[in-house]
């Protein structure tokens, strides 16, 4: 591939902001509003608490912004609000992707979203990108064909971390092949080189989106998950990833050092039917990485290993078992606004 004009930078890199959306769908999310609503305070406060990370958070109107200010009374000097309405809270997908030109100014870049695959489709879910690229100042790239943002996992060095189940999925981009897509992706997102992984988490709606399966942790280093006991039934899909990647390269030529952290187990619904739980669904904030946590023999033991992996930052757990019942965790409800310097 030619050197990209465009790179989007590794989440480790200094943030300027992280956008979120206060949770107030009571017809989504039902009798898991006012625990994931408490989940979601809990992720806020443990980034921007000390000053660590300035928080724009999206709200549907007059009322859900006193409930959100009422939340985040302790930190509400690191919260900017904007009166912007959603589809729902998951703006790794809804929201621009961020990333910096040759001379390192900074662009909102604005893909296509069609509710996963055509799956959910809520209103103003697909004008977020924009109204967040205006609120945030920076110059907007459009890019006409879908691409959600928990979807690739980059390195900031070229590498690019995706799964074919959705990025060559028919139900998002039918007329494009994996070179056009992966051609995309060098000038979406800076990809020198694209790693194929083959497939997600059972039961995950967004097919196989790489941010609850594999997550760069520094250049060249890959954390995953191993099934912890005989119950997971994402076994031999962890298995079969980490094989997967300890096999792989990255961008630069070096072979990926993969670390494996315990997985939550199963963890199930109301009815009974496992969900796509993952610890590697954090966020990795300018002072804290949060991860999140469901309440499983495993929790202490994942954050304990994610916390090996960042020394330089406090590493918290918190509960995600509310806004799991939504599809997706912390990385899914957040997106990162990386720092000009």
Request: include cysteine; charged fraction near 20%.
């Amino acid at each position: 591939m030619s050197r990209p004009t465009f790179r989007q930078p590794a989440e480790w890199d200094p943030h300027s902001a992280c956008w979120l959306a206060w949770p107030s769908h009571g017809h989504l999310w039902q009798e898991n509003l006012a625990p994931a609503q408490g989940e979601w305070t809990a992720l806020c406060i443990a980034l921007a608490e000390g000053g660590g990370e300035a928080l724009d958070i999206l709200v549907q109107d007059a009322a859900a912004e006193v409930e959100a200010r009422a939340a985040l009374a302790p930190v509400l000097a690191q919260v900017r609000f904007h009166r912007v309405p959603v589809g729902d809270i998951w703006l790794r997908d809804t929201a621009p992707i961020f990333v910096k030109d040759g001379g390192g100014a900074l662009h909102a870049a604005c893909f296509g979203f069609n509710g996963w695959g055509r799956k959910y489709l809520l209103p103003d879910d697909d004008r977020v990108a924009g109204r967040v690229a205006a609120l945030s100042g920076c110059a907007r790239r459009d890019h006409a064909w879908i691409l959600e943002g928990g979807s690739v996992e980059v390195d900031g060095e070229g590498t690019v971390l995706t799964t074919r189940q959705c990025l060559l999925n028919p139900n998002r981009n039918p007329g494009l092949d994996r070179a056009e897509i992966e051609a995309a992706l060098a000038d979406g997102l800076g990809a020198e080189k694209v790693l194929w992984l083959d497939e997600g988490l059972l039961n995950d709606h967004t097919d196989g989106h790489i941010d609850t399966l594999a997550r760069f942790v520094a250049p060249g280093v890959v954390v995953c998950m191993q099934a912890a006991d005989s119950a997971d039934p994402n076994a031999a899909t962890l298995d079969r990833l980490a094989a997967d990647l300890a096999a792989m390269t990255d961008a630069k030529g070096r072979k990926l050092q993969v670390v494996r952290i315990p997985s939550p187990g199963l963890v199930e619904n109301e009815e009974g039917e496992p969900l796509p739980a993952s610890y590697v669904n954090f966020y990795i904030g300018n002072r804290s990485v949060v991860v999140p946590t469901y309440g499983t023999a495993f929790d202490e033991a994942a954050v304990a290993a994610i916390a090996s992996l960042f020394p330089g930052r406090r590493t918290v757990g918190r509960s995600a078992r509310a806004i799991l019942s939504g599809g997706g965790a912390f990385h899914c409800i957040t997106q990162q606004q990386p720092e000009v310097r």
